[in-house]
């Protein structure tokens, strides 16, 4: 069964700070993507990330990175140097190649609290 | 090209009454889904249609809701006979096909059930 688990309920830092938000997933497929979201407090979803299964590259887009290891079977997501801005809810989703990538599973999100 | 399009933004329902929710997909994407987040949740997955046909309707609640997809015009998800349990916010997404995986999701509908 597919599933993902986001065990950090809510974050909170204070601006400037490094913050890692732990995502594990578990399916049985070897053909799947992976994603992260954006939820700020207005409520939309924001696509940020979606990662193959077959790329286990790290990926860097500005402050953000993304770390996935198949063999934990992990794609954490860090914020450096964290903004008030960076405040929001993060989910993470899971979609199966054996199900026709035609649902997304998501995580419980990660509430991320920046002070000034 | 316009985004996902979802109305009404905010639609607020007393018990007993229909709630109807729209969504617009991108242009030229055949395939829409249907997610619903309950307050503190997380997005739970409820349908999945393409033109005319539901594909997959495995998290949808047995009774009083449906969707639809028609050959003209936008998706539309129906709950009867609203009650408060049903309050949350239900977001639609699209794409062009299945196979990247990537869904553009709309800005959602939050119901109010009072």
């Known amino acids: 069964a597919q599933k993902v688990t986001q065990a950090q309920t809510e974050i909170s830092v204070v601006e400037k700070e490094d913050v890692t938000l732990d995502c594990v997933y578990e399916t049985r497929d070897t053909t799947y993507y992976l994603f992260w979201y954006k939820q700020p407090p207005s409520g939309e979803l924001v696509f940020l990330i979606r990662r193959n299964s077959f790329d286990e590259q790290n990926e860097i887009s500005g402050r953000y990175s993304w770390n996935f290891q198949k063999s934990t079977s992990s794609f954490n997501f860090t914020i450096t140097a964290s903004q008030v801005v960076d405040s929001a809810v993060y989910f993470c989703?899971?979609?199966?190649?054996?199900?026709?990538?035609?649902?997304?599973?998501f995580g419980t999100g990660t509430r991320l609290l920046v002070s000034p | 090209n316009a985004g996902v399009m979802q109305n009404p933004r905010h639609l607020v329902r007393r018990r007993g009454q229909e709630a109807r929710l729209r969504c617009s997909p991108m242009k030229g994407h055949s395939h829409v889904y249907w997610y619903r987040q309950l307050p503190e949740e997380g997005l739970k997955f409820m349908v999945y249609l393409q033109k005319e046909n539901i594909i997959d309707e495995s998290g949808m609640p047995k009774e009083r809701f449906s969707a639809e997809f028609p050959k003209e015009g936008p998706s539309i998800l129906r709950i009867q006979q609203v009650v408060r349990g049903d309050s949350a916010a239900y977001f639609c997404a699209s794409s062009p096909t299945t196979s990247s995986g990537e869904q553009y999701f709309g800005p959602g509908t939050r119901l109010t059930v009072t």
């Open positions: 989703a899971l979609s199966e190649g054996r199900a026709g990538f035609q649902k997304l599973v």
